[in-house]
C-alpha cells in the first residue's frame, strides 16, 4: 500500500470512552490474525460494523478512546476492516501508540458533535485539516510530529525501522 496523506472517507460516530473491549472483544482475543477485521467493534453498539464499514471510512470520537486494555489487537482489527483513519478528542495512550505503530492514522481534534454517521470528510494528514464536505467547513486538528508521520509513511514501526536498517 502506498502512502497518502489525504483521507476520504464515511463517518462513523461513536461517541466518548469507547475501551478495547468494545472495538476488539476479549473472546476474539482466540481468532487468528487473519480474522480480527471480523471482529472489528463487535463489543460496540455496532455490533455488524465489519460487515458494514467500508475501505477508507473513518471513525469520529469523544473522550479517551481505546480506554480500558493495551492489547494491541484493537487497533490491527480496525486497520484490516478498512478504517482509514480514527479522529478523537483525545486517546488512551497505548491506543494511539499502538494505532501509530502499525499504520493506522489517528487524529486529535473534538469532531464529535460536529458530524454524524454517514457525512463525509476529507483529511490532509500532513497540513492536520479536516474538510466536512457537506458543508465545506475546515477544522484543524492537532498536528502529527515528523517522526509519526514518517512511521504512517512507512506503513508502521516495523516497516520504518526495515527501511532505515535497509533491511526487506
Known sequence: MSWNSKIHGRVWN??????????????????????FKDYALAGSEIPDFAGKVQAGD?????????????REQAPVA???AGVGLVI???????????AINIGLPVLVCDMEQKVENGQEL?????AAEIMICASGEK???ARLADNVLQTLEAGGLIAKVRKQLKIS
Open 78 to 80: 480496525l486497520k484490516e
Open 58 to 70: 473513518i471513525i469520529v470520537a469523544g473522550e479517551n478512546f481505546g480506554c480500558g486494555s493495551s
Open 122 to 126: 476529507e483529511i490532509d494528514l500532513t
Open 88 to 98: 478523537a478528542k483525545s486517546f488512551a495512550r497505548i491506543f494511539r501508540r499502538n
Open 139 to 141: 477544522v484543524r486538528a
Open 14 to 35: 461513536l461517541g466518548g470512552n469507547v475501551d478495547t473491549d468494545q472495538i476488539f472483544p476479549g473472546y476474539a482475543m482466540a481468532a487468528p490474525a487473519d480474522k
